[in-house]
Nanobody, 123 residues
Framework: QVLLVESGGGSVQAGGSLRLSCAAS????????MGWFRQAPGKERELVAA????????DYGDSVKGRFTISRDNDKNTVALQMNSLEPEDTAIYYC????????????????WGQGTQVTVSS
């Protein structure tokens, strides 16, 4: 059974930072694409960041480029999302995902999902 468990969400003021972590069990993160998505109320789920295992590359959503960084720790079987310069528009539930994708931005290509963690940024 695959489990992805997110942690690190919370409330922060605009301009602040948060670090999300995703602990994986039942799969080896070094052999999967690992990603972070978010969904705000009334909006579709969107890609925030993805780390591609086969081609060793990273992808970021346009709105977070230069502010967020995805990283993986293969020894700990975890993936993290460092979020800096947070804005109220970043408020959403953030989901960790794992899969073997062709196009990272297509959420249906991701096979496994965490339960989500809430991030709230106040102005």
């Amino acid at each position: 059974q695959v489990l992805l468990v997110e942690s690190g969400g919370g409330s922060v003021q605009a301009g602040g930072s948060l670090r999300l972590s995703c602990a994986a069990s039942g799969l080896t993160v070094s052999r999967y694409d690992m990603g972070w998505f978010r969904q705000a109320p009334g909006k579709e789920r969107e890609l925030v960041a993805a780390s591609r295992w086969r081609i060793s590359s990273t992808d970021y959503g346009d709105s977070v480029k230069g502010r967020f960084t995805i990283s993986r720790d293969n020894d700990k079987n975890t993936v993290a999302l460092q979020m800096n310069s947070l804005e109220p528009e970043d408020t959403a539930i953030y989901y960790c995902a794992a899969g073997r994708t062709l196009v990272a931005a297509r959420s249906f290509e991701w096979n496994y999902w965490g339960q989500g963690t809430q991030v709230t940024v106040s102005s």
